[in-house]
């Protein structure tokens, strides 16, 4: 009974200290000399997991910058020679199920078979918006002779070997679609 009564006149404190202080206005002087408010929680789960890296003014966790990967010029990595593991060669035409491909990419490498194949097929490569990976490339200038070919076409020198594995391709020249991987 006493507990009942102890909770009865806390409510009533509560409520009318909350509502003579709704009533008086909120200046900044009058701000600064008031508790801060309390908050109650009532089950749930702890948020501090998705604050964790953020340790704004705390120093208790840093998040670590971006490296720094400035390009030369649009497209060209400074770090060249890009190598793979992947050759040239024949590659079996086959389907492919791959929704989620944004957009078509080629593999192609700095060799004769690639840029003939890369001449030979670059309109079609232009219709379809392909992306080409060179996935074998010694220098900047040979980059360079490989985008002279086809200089609508974004080439990007890039290792292409996690790729290749996932979708089970050893040889370029080779175009991947959504539904097809051809020569």
């Known amino acids: 009974m006493k507990r009942l009564f102890l909770l ?12 003579a202080t709704a009533k008086t206005p909120q200046t ?3 701000l600064k000399t008031m508790d801060p408010p309390l908050v109650i929680q009532r089950g749930g789960v702890s948020a501090l997991r998705y604050y964790d890296s ?10 670590k910058p971006l490296p720094d990967i400035r390009l030369q010029k649009p497209g060209q990595f400074s770090a060249f020679p890009v190598t793979s593991q992947l050759m040239p060669g024949a590659v079996q035409p086959r389907t492919l199920s791959a929704s989620g491909l944004v957009q078509p990419i080629f593999m192609i490498g700095y060799d004769k078979i690639s840029a003939q194949w890369l001449s030979e097929r670059s309109s079609i490569l232009r219709q379809l918006n392909a992306l080409g990976l060179v996935v074998n490339v010694p220098t900047a200038a040979a980059m360079a002779e490989l985008q002279a070919i086809a200089p609508d076409l974004m080439l990007q020198p890039v290792p292409g070997d ?3 594995k996932q979708i089970g391709v050893k040889h370029y020249p ?3 679609t959504k539904t097809s991987i051809e020569q």
């Open 174 to 176: 080779v175009l991947i």
């Open 28 to 30: 900044p002087e009058r």
């Open 54 to 63: 953020l340790s704004v003014d705390s120093g208790e966790k840093t998040v």
């Open 162 to 164: 996690d790729l290749a």
């Open 8 to 19: 009865l006149v806390s409510c009533i404190t509560t409520t009318s200290v909350t509502i």
